[in-house]
């Protein structure tokens, strides 16, 4: 949360925020919060450097909140060891992907996530609907949960 409230402040100038160190901040933050989990899983930011209007970074970066936590918590039971990634990258003009993939047990079959009864994912789908997103998930071998959207120029 102090994180979007840092967002929102850089942005007050230009209208948009580097998403690059956005992401770099919110990892620090969530893999201290998750205590003793770095040592068997490492976290790795692929992003190149991307200017976000502020109306597609505050999404977004609820997005990256909710996948890389549920990473954490749900990807590596036990002593399960493995790497989360975040991949940001544009595509032509104004294509934008995000992605978070990790190596852990995969999302279960019986899970459905257009018709999730879950708020974490629930709440996935609406962020990526406020975005237009083209929402896709693979369940495993990575498991992996991608956003394409357009953003303005
Ligand atoms: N990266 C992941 N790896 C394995 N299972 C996952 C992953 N992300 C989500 N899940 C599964 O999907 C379920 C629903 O996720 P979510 O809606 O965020 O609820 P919550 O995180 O509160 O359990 C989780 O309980 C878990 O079983
Ligand atoms: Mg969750």
Known sequence: MSLIHQMLYESKDFG???FGEF???LATELMSSYGALPARV???IDSATIA???DAAIPCG???NELVSNALKHAFP???RGQIKID?????ADEVTLSVSDDGVGIPEALDIANATTLGLQMITLLADQLAAD?????ANPTCLALRFKVAQ
């Open 16 to 18: 948009r925020v580097d």
């Open 62 to 64: 609820l997005v990256v």
């Open 52 to 54: 976000l209007p502020i």
């Open 42 to 44: 490492s976290l790795l």
């Open 78 to 80: 036990g002593e399960r």
């Open 135 to 139: 929402l896709t998930m693979q369940r």
């Open 88 to 92: 940001l990258t544009q595509g032509c």
């Open 23 to 25: 992401l770099g901040s």
